[in-house]
């Protein structure tokens, strides 16, 4: 599975952004999608998820409420609803995807493909 993100930006803080991953492969719906994070000086960090068939989600704390992950398995691609942006969101965003297609894993080393990356800036 190859991935692309892309959709990011700068936006002022309150504003809204979506981001999508567009996915090659026919195996595509069979994989839990995930987005990670990861802001300049630390650590990659999980921002949501979403199962093979888009009927769990699950998301950060610092999200919950704010963004929201969904897909479309026709299309082979995964978007990230990013509404009420703060500056703190300010960070890479990388698409990632799970083979185990099922279940909550916030663990980046579960997933097994990953896309490039697309920086999002939230201004002040």
């Known amino acids: 599975v190859q991935l692309q993100a892309f959709g990011g930006g700068l936006v002022q803080g309150g504003g809204s952004l979506r981001l999508s991953c567009a996915a090659s492969?026919?195996?595509?719906?069979?994989?839990?999608m995930g987005w990670f994070r990861q802001a300049p000086g630390k650590e990659r960090e999980f921002v949501a998820r979403i199962t093979w068939n888009g009927g769990s989600t699950y998301y950060a704390d610092s999200v919950k409420g704010r963004f929201t992950i969904s897909r479309d398995n026709d299309k082979n691609t995964v978007y990230l609803q990013m509404n009420s942006l703060k500056p703190e969101d300010t960070a890479v965003y990388y698409c990632?995807?799970?083979?185990?297609?099922?279940?909550?894993?916030?663990?980046?080393?579960?997933?097994?493909?990953w896309g490039q990356g697309t920086l999002v800036t939230v201004s002040s």
């Open positions: 990632a995807a799970d083979s185990t297609g099922f279940g909550a894993n916030s663990l980046a080393r579960a997933y097994e493909y």
């Open positions: 492969g026919r195996t595509f719906g069979s994989y839990a």
